[in-house]
């Protein structure tokens, strides 16, 4: 029968939305995992840094998983004052689970494309799965591998996961590719209604909404 697998999904959640839930809903439910953790990053090594800082993005994702006994956020990354390594979590996590406890890596088709640019990022396959959420109505995956570094549709095609049991009968290894609904939420758009003034009721949980008010958050942007 194999073992339920934990899935992983990493952000600088800045902030956190119904975007980001919706994922780690569909991998949930389309993998049979047995959790996703929410892992907010201290300083990204991609990406300049986040507009809130680490306390208030760790409490608004605390408060969007409040009512979900499946999504739990996990601390390890968002208070390092040095660069967050996907690789170097996955073996911190791999280390306290142990070697036979399958891991699935959340991600985004975008991201996914970029992996090749990610540090040691051909170590990620021997500490997870990677699980890629490819949305509707958009190029799909496969087309896409097309045009992506050689080294990564090497990677792609030789460990392409026919079905999400494949996650369940291994540690790690494998791509498995799952829709996602076409939701046109971004954290930076939500960044920029905050600094307009405007709304951000329905694009986020309103226990962020209230926290992001209060704490009058990215008021500029």
């Known amino acids: 029968m194999g073992t339920a697998p934990i899935g992983i999904l990493g952000g600088t959640f800045d902030p956190v939305h119904h975007g980001h839930l919706r994922i780690a809903q569909e991998a949930l439910e389309q993998c049979e995992l047995a959790q996703v953790r929410f892992l907010p990053c201290g300083i990204p090594p991609h990406r300049t840094a986040p507009h809130a800082p680490a306390k208030a993005r760790w409490e608004m994702v605390r408060l969007a998983l409040n009512s979900h006994p499946d999504f739990l956020v996990d601390v390890r990354e968002v208070f ?3 660069p967050c390594y996907t690789v170097d979590t996955l073996t911190a ?8 406890q399958p891991l699935c890596l959340v991600l985004g088709g975008d991201a996914f494309l970029q992996l090749h640019t990610w540090h040691e990022w051909k170590r990620l ?3 997870a799965h990677i699980v890629v959420l490819q ?7 496969g087309n ?3 045009g992506a570094d050689a080294a990564l549709q090497a990677e792609y095609r030789a460990r392409l996961a026919p079905g999400a049991r494949a996650l369940h009968e291994s540690p790690a290894g494998a791509v498995f590719v799952a829709d996602m609904p ?8 939500i960044r920029r209604r905050c600094a ?3 709304s951000i009721r ?9 926290y992001i008010n209060t704490n009058s958050l990215y008021r500029t942007c």
């Open 135 to 141: 949305r509707a109505g958009g190029q799909p995956l």
């Open 93 to 100: 996590l791999r280390a306290e689970l142990g070697d036979q």
């Open 202 to 210: 329905y694009l986020v949980p309103d226990t962020v909404a209230n």
């Open 80 to 82: 390092r004052n040095d």
């Open 196 to 198: 307009g003034g405007k």
């Open 182 to 189: 076409a939701l046109e939420i971004s954290s930076t758009d």
């Open 125 to 127: 396959f021997g500490l």
């Open 144 to 146: 896409a591998m097309n």
